[in-house]
């Protein structure tokens, strides 16, 4: 399997598990950690529709994704002063 088989067939699989199990119709939170961010931005750019109405809140900790080709400018800002901001906040406690 690929991240992308694991965010349209995995993802959603667990999802579904889930919720029979716990009687629910949506989860509270998905929180990925390094592939896991890759298969559920995977599934929810494949299947949106799905995800828009099984999950309420994505947390992505450690995301393996670049903005290199994002037309979000706000996305982009944020990429590139983090590091500085990073630095700055560490220095003044």
């Known amino acids: 399997f690929d991240w992308e088989e694991m965010g349209t067939r995995d993802d959603p699989a667990m999802i579904d598990y889930i919720l029979h199990q716990t009687n629910s119709t949506m989860i509270d939170a998905y929180i990925g950690h390094s ?32 903005l290199d080709h994002s037309t979000n400018k706000a996305m982009v800002y944020s990429s590139e002063i983090i590091q500085p901001l990073s630095n700055f906040v560490q220095l003044i406690g």
Request: net charge positive; aromatic share 16%; no cysteine.
């Open 35 to 66: 592939e896991g961010t890759t298969q559920f931005f995977a599934g929810a750019s494949l299947l949106p529709n799905y995800f828009v109405e099984k999950v309420k809140l994505f947390i992505a900790l450690a995301p393996v994704v670049r």
